[in-house]
T-cell receptor, first 113, second 115 residues
């Protein structure tokens, strides 16, 4: 079974609109962390946001927020007020206790005028 | 340097040759990961080092792949008898071992092309 599932291979959003990138995960651990990374065409991996399994509040970092629904095992990334520079690949990742960081297959986001 | 450093940035090698890829993690980071990313694809986990613990090698695709980490710092990923399907970007990341919420910092990667 996939640990991290990103079902949207590609998404389009108009500039200044909000967009949600989906991520579901599979774990039997009680303690785990969820991460989102951005990978622009330059190839670098940029950390965006983190959500811990015990965090009661949804994480927010500027225009990024994480819609964490623990019972559904989903950790969707919401980008508000999209900008052209947001066009990139977005990866969801999970780290279970004392374990490796597992990535999903990614969603390519294209922001249009 | 302040970030994760990988060398070389690009490597072209002939099929059947061995290659070594190097990763210098951020100073003080005890966790180190190697990933492989084929063109337009996601990140495939290869190997994970954490301090003095035995590494998690569960992602290595074949016995042609090996990695070591000397002195808990620099890591080398070795691919023996390279094949064309080994062509990819190899990414290294490091992280402080101070809790679940510390993010991994990535290097710029080594683009390996096997011809």
């Amino acid at each position: 079974a996939q640990k991290i599932t990103q079902t949207q291979p590609g998404m389009f959003v108009q500039e200044k609109e909000a967009v949600t990138l989906d991520c579901t995960y599979d774990t039997s651990d009680q303690s785990y962390g969820l991460f989102w990374y951005k990978q622009p065409s330059s190839g670098e991996m940029i950390f965006l946001i983190y959500q811990g399994s015990y965090d009661e509040q949804n994480a927010t970092e500027g225009r990024y927020s994480l819609n964490f629904q623990k019972a559904r095992k989903s950790a969707n990334l919401v980008i508000s007020a999209s900008q052209l520079g947001d066009s990139a690949m977005y990866f969801c990742a999970m780290r279970e206790t004392a374990s490796k960081l597992t990535f999903g297959t990614g969603t390519r986001l294209q922001v249009t005028l | 340097g302040a970030g994760v450093s990988q060398s070389p940035s690009n490597k072209v090698t002939e099929k059947g040759k061995d290659v070594e890829l190097r990763c210098d993690p951020i100073s003080g980071h005890t966790a180190l990961y190697w990933y492989r990313q084929s063109l337009g694809q996601g990140l495939e986990f290869l190997i994970y080092f954490q301090g003095n613990s035995a590494p998690d090698k569960s992602g290595l695709p074949s016995d042609r792949f090996s990695a070591e980490r000397t002195g808990g710092s620099v890591s080398t990923l070795t691919i023996q008898r390279t094949q064309q399907e080994d062509s990819a970007v190899y990414l290294c990341a490091s992280r402080q071992w101070t809790g679940m919420n510390t993010e991994a910092f990535f290097g710029q990667g080594t683009r390996l092309t096997v011809v």
